[in-house]
């Protein structure tokens, strides 16, 4: 199975590696992508810039140019908030088919309901404890990457 993109887009230092520790430990093959605002992402998304990333596979050539398979969006981000970046994604042609889950801390159910509004695939709360992040990382994994079906979208494979 290829290894396929995932982009995490988090601006908390602390919950960005701990997430690429939990995901450095996940087995299915993937490419992490770490960007830290809103701009950031789109600008990956849209405008294919350089930005920080990690991996756990040793070839990461050419990993930049294609789309993830999933969009790992926080929703108090610096610059352009998380529904917004959800907005822009739902309404660019080149990604508004993209699985987006939302990972928050929020409890609030207006962001939830703005989550969902804003065409979100999943809404899930941020584990607190390391061992449940890291049972998060290996069930979204498994879901997004080798269980569910993406429509064709360009740069994205089903295999």
Request: net charge negative; charged share 20%; glycine share 4%.
């Amino acid at each position: 199975m290829p290894a396929k993109n995932i982009l995490l887009i988090e601006d908390n230092p602390d919950d960005r590696e701990l997430m690429r520790l939990a995901f450095a430990q996940e087995e299915i093959p993937h490419n992490l992508i770490i960007v830290s605002d809103g701009i950031e992402a789109l600008n990956y998304l849209i405008g294919q810039e350089n930005i920080e990333d990690d991996s756990n596979q040793n070839d990461n050539q050419h990993k930049s140019a294609s789309m993830p398979a999933l969009i790992m969006l926080d929703l108090n981000l610096p610059r352009i908030n998380g529904i917004e970046v959800l907005r822009r994604i739902r309404a660019h042609p080149k990604t508004r088919l993209l699985p987006v889950v939302i990972i928050s801390s929020s409890n609030e159910p207006q962001d939830l309901i703005d989550s969902y509004i804003n065409g979100c695939n999943s809404y899930i709360r941020k584990p607190i404890h390391f061992t449940q992040l890291q049972k998060f990382v290996k069930e979204i994994s498994t879901y997004w990457l080798t269980v569910n079906q993406l429509p064709p979208v360009f740069g994205v494979l089903n295999e």
